[in-house]
């Protein structure tokens, strides 16, 4: 099992920028693919990003595709999602998540730990 702790939410007006970072615990971390994922309030979880183990290779939904990037650097044990251009519309909280396998992946049921979320907020 791995451990995640999200940092770097917070309150950010429309068309600025957040980095979140999602510090993970374990030797196993450059094993596995990492996500991020988000949810607003009074919808369901939604699938933001993905990476996959190497970092060589990410997906992106469509609805962040150009404004949010993901990375990682395993020799920190560490995932990040670089935020730009914010939209009011972004508003959630956003969980890192480690993946089963070392391909990307959309597809919660393929995650096996989970952080416990940092809240973003942009303002209009």
């Known amino acids: 099992q791995v451990q995640l702790v999200e940092s770097g939410g917070g309150l950010v007006q429309a068309g600025g920028s957040l980095r979140l970072s999602c510090a993970a615990s374990g030797r196993t971390f450059a094993n596995y693919a990492m996500g991020w994922f988000r949810q607003a309030p009074g919808k369901e979880r939604e699938f933001v990003a993905a990476i996959t183990s190497g970092g060589t290779s990410t997906n992106h939904a469509d609805s962040v595709k150009g404004r949010f990037f993901a990375s990682r650097d395993n020799d920190k044990n560490t995932l990040y999602l670089q935020m730009n251009s914010l939209k009011p519309e972004d508003t959630a909280v956003y969980y890192c998540?480690?993946?089963?396998?070392?391909?990307?992946?959309?597809?919660?049921?393929?995650?096996?730990?989970w952080g416990q979320g940092t809240q973003v907020t942009v303002s209009s």
């Open positions: 998540a480690r993946a089963r396998v070392s391909w990307t992946t959309f597809s919660q049921a393929s995650y096996a730990d």
